[in-house]
C-alpha cells in the first residue's frame, strides 16, 4: 500500500471522494461545483498534496477559499471545452473574451460592475484584429455574457446586487455589480511557464529531463496513471513502451483503486478506467439523441467488422499520430501575437517534436514507426450515413423531428462522441474501428420510445 496510508479505513470512501471530487473539478470554490466540495478536500488536504503530487505528479495548492488542482500535461487535449450555460461548448471568440476578462479581474479592486468590465473588455479586444466587441452588436454580447457566466457559475465574480439578465437583453436596461474573488482568479490561470518565454504551446507540456533510471520509472508510471484518468481508453499501441510497461503491470491498478476507488479494467489492446462512481463529466453510453444514436452506430460498427457472411472490411494503416499532432501545434501556435518580444531562457530545452513525446507519455518515433505498421477497419462514410438512415428509420419516435431533417448532423455529433470515447479514429472517407467497438458486438440495443401524448 503506497497510497493514502494515513488515511483510515472507516474514511477511506471519503477520501476516495476527495480525489474524484479534484480529479474532476480542478478549480475548486466556496460555491463550485458546490458548497460542500471545499471543505470535504481541505479535510483531507495533507494526504491529497502527498498523493497527487507521487501518484500523478499534480499539485494542489489552497489558498483562501479556493483549491486548485494543477495538473501536469502530457498532450494537447482538444475534447475538453469549456461550456456554457446552455451546453455549448465555448468557441473562439469566448475563449478570447473569457481570457480578456481575468486580465480585466486582475488588475481590479474588490468589485466591478457589468458595465465596467464590459468597457475594459471592449478596449482590449478592439485593439485585437478580427476580434473586438462591440455591447450593442448581439453575438458579440452573448459571447461576452456566456464568458461571464462562466466565471460567475465558479465563484470568481459573485453577484452583490442588480442582476445580468436585463443587461444581457440590453446593456442600457439594467445593471449587476459583482464582488471578485480574488483567490479564485489568482488560482484559475497558473501556467507552468512565464508566457513571455515561450514560442510555441508545447512550452506549456512538461518537459522534465531525468537524469536517473529510477526518476525516468517513476516519470513512467506517473505518466501511465494520468493517462489512464484522462483519457476513456488507453491503448498499447498509442504510448511509449515505457508506459505501457506500467499499464500492463500488477501495481497501476491497485493504485489506482486505493486512490480512487474505481476499477482498472484490461484488454489485450489496452486499459480502461471503469467508472461506477459516476465521477466522470461525460459518460457513455449517456442519456439524449445524440449518445442513443452513438450506441446504436458502435453495435451497427461492430457487426460490420465482425460479420462472417458480409463483406470483409477493408483494412487500412493507422494515421500517424504525430502528424496530427504537429498540425494541432500549429493551429496553436498561430493565435501568437505578431510582434511581441520572445524573452527566451538562457538553459537548453528539453527536445521537442517527436522525440519529446517519449518523455511526455505520447507516441513519439517508436510509436508512430509501430502505428504506420497497423491496420484497423475502415468504416467508410457511405456505411455511416446508410447505418444513421436505419437507426432513423427503425427507432424513429425516439428521436425529434430536427434529426429527421438532418440526419447527417446526428451521424455527425454521433461519430464526434464516439471519437471523443477512443471507439473510433475519423480519417478522410470514413472512420477506423478501434479496439473498444468490439464490445458492443452482438448487443441487443433498447431505446426508450418518445411519448407524444
Not at 41 to 54: C, I, K, M, N, Q
Not at 183 to 205: K, M
Not at 342 to 347: G, L, Q
Request: charged share 25%.
Amino acid at each position: 500500500m503506497r497510497f493514502a496510508t494515513g488515511v483510515s479505513d472507516l474514511e477511506l470512501a471519503d477520501y476516495q471522494r476527495a480525489v474524484r471530487l479534484l480529479l474532476r473539478h480542478p478549480l475548486i470554490t466556496a460555491t463550485w461545483p458546490d458548497e460542500k466540495a471545499l471543505p470535504r478536500v481541505r479535510r483531507f488536504a495533507t494526504e491529497l498534496r502527498r498523493d497527487l503530487s507521487e501518484a500523478f505528479g499534480y499539485r494542489l495548492e489552497l489558498h483562501g477559499g479556493t483549491a486548485r488542482l494543477v495538473r501536469t500535461a502530457d498532450r494537447l487535449e482538444t475534447d475538453r471545452p469549456a461550456i456554457t450555460r446552455t451546453g455549448r461548448p465555448f468557441d473562439r471568440q469566448r475563449y478570447a473574451y473569457l481570457s480578456l476578462c481575468l486580465a480585466t479581474l486582475g488588475r481590479a479592486g474588490i468589485q466591478v460592475t457589468l458595465t465596467e468590465l464590459a468597457e475594459s473588455v471592449s478596449a482590449d479586444a478592439n485593439r485585437i484584429t478580427g476580434l473586438g466587441l462591440d455591447p450593442d452588436v448581439g453575438a458579440d454580447r452573448r459571447a461576452f455574457v456566456d464568458a461571464v457566466a462562466w466565471l460567475e457559475e465558479r465563484g470568481v465574480l459573485r453577484l452583490a446586487d442588480g442582476s445580468s439578465t436585463a443587461w444581457a437583453s440590453d446593456p442600457g436596461a439594467g445593471e449587476a455589480l459583482y464582488d471578485i474573488g480574488r483567490d479564485a482568479v489568482l488560482a484559475l490561470f497558473l501556467p507552468p511557464r512565464v508566457l513571455q518565454h515561450i514560442d510555441s504551446v508545447t512550452a506549456l507540456l512538461d518537459r522534465t529531463v531525468h537524469s536517473s533510471g529510477n526518476a525516468e520509472r517513476r516519470a513512467a508510471a506517473q505518466a501511465a496513471r494520468r493517462a489512464v484518468l484522462e483519457r476513456p481508453v488507453v491503448y498499447y499501441d498509442d504510448v511509449p513502451g515505457e508506459v505501457g510497461n506500467h499499464l500492463r503491470g500488477q501495481a497501476l491498478p491497485a493504485d489506482l483503486h486505493r486512490l480512487t476507488g474505481l476499477r482498472l479494467e484490461r484488454r489485450a489492446e489496452g486499459v480502461l478506467l471503469v467508472d461506477t462512481a459516476g465521477w466522470s463529466a461525460e459518460r457513455f453510453p449517456g442519456a439524449g439523441s445524440v449518445a442513443q444514436a452513438a450506441v446504436l452506430l458502435a453495435v451497427a460498427i461492430a457487426e460490420r467488422v465482425s460479420d462472417p457472411d458480409g463483406r470483409k472490411a477493408r483494412r487500412m494503416p493507422v494515421p500517424d499520430p504525430a502528424e496530427a499532432r504537429v498540425k494541432l501545434i500549429g493551429q496553436v501556435d498561430a493565435g501568437l501575437p505578431a510582434g511581441v518580444p520572445i524573452f527566451t531562457d538562457p538553459e537548453p530545452e528539453a527536445e521537442t517534436g517527436a522525440d519529446a513525446g517519449n518523455e511526455n507519455g505520447t507516441p513519439g518515433d517508436r510509436t508512430a514507426e509501430k502505428d504506420g505498421e497497423r491496420t484497423l477497419p475502415l468504416i467508410t462514410d457511405s456505411f455511416l450515413r446508410e447505418a444513421t438512415a436505419e437507426v432513423l428509420r427503425r427507432y424513429g419516435s425516439a428521436f425529434g423531428a430536427a434529426w429527421h431533417t438532418d440526419p447527417d448532423r446526428l451521424r455527425a455529433e454521433a461519430v464526434a462522441l464516439l471519437t471523443r470515447f477512443g471507439a473510433v479514429r475519423p480519417v478522410p472517407g470514413g472512420v477506423l474501428a478501434l479496439p473498444l467497438i468490439g464490445r458492443y458486438r452482438s448487443t441487443v440495443a433498447q431505446v426508450k420510445q418518445r411519448t407524444l401524448f
